[in-house]
């Protein structure tokens, strides 16, 4: 299993990034997806996940109406649209294959700041 993460920036508070996760290793199409994160001094939280056609989704409360999770098999990648961005949201996002965070990446920083 192979899951590389990239997109994440410095962003004001309002802004807007769109997450990738590249993945590789295992059967992909077939796979649930997850976006977890970690902020600074914090334990990881789960953000979001995926069916492995897409149709069904999950979100936190906290990203709920923010955040888009979305996935093209074709190209195995999995994406995290993320909208009005809050400081809170400041954190490592990882995609995953559990809300444990298994399998996850290096990560990709995002920071929300003025």
């Known amino acids: 299993v192979q899951l590389v993460e990239s997109g994440g920036a410095l962003v004001q508070p309002g802004g807007s990034l769109r997450l990738s996760c590249a993945a590789s290793?295992?059967?992909?199409?077939?796979?649930?997806m997850y976006w977890v994160r970690q902020a600074p001094g914090k334990g990881l939280e789960w953000v979001s996940h995926?069916?492995?056609?897409?149709?069904?989704?999950y979100y936190a409360d906290s990203v709920r109406g923010r955040f888009t999770i979305s996935r093209d098999n074709a190209k195995n990648t999995l994406y995290l649209q993320m909208n009005n961005l809050k400081t809170e949201d400041t954190a490592v996002y990882y995609c995953?294959?559990?809300?444990?965070?298994?399998?996850r990446g290096q990560g990709t920083q995002v920071t929300v700041s003025s």
């Open positions: 290793g295992f059967f992909f199409s077939n796979s649930w």
């Open positions: 995953a294959l559990d809300n444990s965070g298994r399998g």
């Open positions: 995926i069916s492995g056609g897409g149709r069904t989704t």
